[in-house]
């Protein structure tokens, strides 16, 4: 998930792509992955980071 914060960093990749990069069939998975690890959705990772 670490991996996926540096990924989210860089706006170049869509959320959806970059769950599909790292294995997830859905977006919706990787989206519930990442909230249980950073207690936030990558969308709002993305905007705290003002992307």
């Known amino acids: 998930m670490n991996y ?3 990924l989210l960093w860089n706006d ?3 959320i959806k792509n970059i ?3 790292l294995g997830y ?3 919706s998975k ?3 992955a ?3 690890v950073h207690g936030m959705t990558p969308r709002e990772v ?3 980071f003002n992307l």
């Open 34 to 36: 990442f909230k249980k």
């Open 25 to 27: 069939a859905r977006s």
């Open 12 to 14: 170049e990749m869509s």
């Open 4 to 6: 996926a914060l540096r």
């Open 19 to 21: 769950s599909s990069f």
């Open 30 to 32: 990787f989206t519930a």
């Open 46 to 48: 993305r905007k705290s």
